[in-house]
């Protein structure tokens, strides 16, 4: 998605190193440099254990000054009052049939661990953790806008569909790229996450503005690292 430039650094101040995509067990991260700031990006799998493990293993080896997450405010707060007292939680038709796919590669948990261990990481080394998502209220005001009726019956109908579908995925990398493909055929859907999209770019370009800290971790779901790291290493 096209980026408003406003306050970049310009592509010159950019300075990739080599990424580690597809490293060892499948990681996806890749590192920046912009100005004074040495950057992480770090692409994990909602639900899968490995990932929780492999996050928690790099922020304890990097000791970043600042953490951005793809998450709201109101979900960090969520997580955090989670871990302080565990409750039952309600999953939708698609979440369990997210699940299912996802643990023909590894253990999957709830909430995502990708998540847990970053609130966890942020609570025990007092970091805050920055978010980068859409607030409850306004992602809801866009959703209802933006998502009509006709979007909303196809979803439902497609419940069934997607529970028996064979997505052909050799990796769980491959299973979430393929998911997120199917799922973004609702129009409606698709512009909810392109605006999500957007958002967490400004959000990115608004933090790193004011970023006093010379190392800054930037913690994603899987769903939108391609489009970040492209994001990062287009330039602000």
Known sequence: M???QHGGSGEDDWQGRTPQDAGE????????????????LFGGIKGLVRDGDDLRNELNQ???????IVLSREQIDGLSAFLKDPFELSMSDYEIS?????????EVMT??????????????NGKELKPLDVPEKEYSDFYVKNVKIFDLLRNSLRKRR???????????????????????????LKRV???RLSYIEGKIREYLSSERGSTVFIIT??????QLKKFLSDGI
Do not use: C
Request: aromatic residues 14%.
């Open 193 to 195: 996450e392109d605006y």
């Open 162 to 188: 997607v529970t028996r579908m064979e997505f052909g995925d050799t990796s769980p990398e491959d299973f979430v790229r393929r998911w997120e493909e199917t799922m973004n055929r609702v129009k409606g």
């Open 62 to 68: 990097d000791h970043p000054d600042a953490i951005y």
């Open 98 to 106: 997210y699940g299912l796919h996802l643990s023909v590669y590894g």
């Open 111 to 124: 909430p995502p661990p990708i998540y847990i261990e970053a609130v966890k990481y942020a609570e025990e």
């Open 2 to 4: 096209p980026s408003d």
């Open 25 to 40: 067990k499948g990681k996806m991260i890749a590192r920046f440099q912009n100005g004074g700031h040495d950057i992480t």
């Open 221 to 226: 779901e899987l769903e939108f690292y391609d």
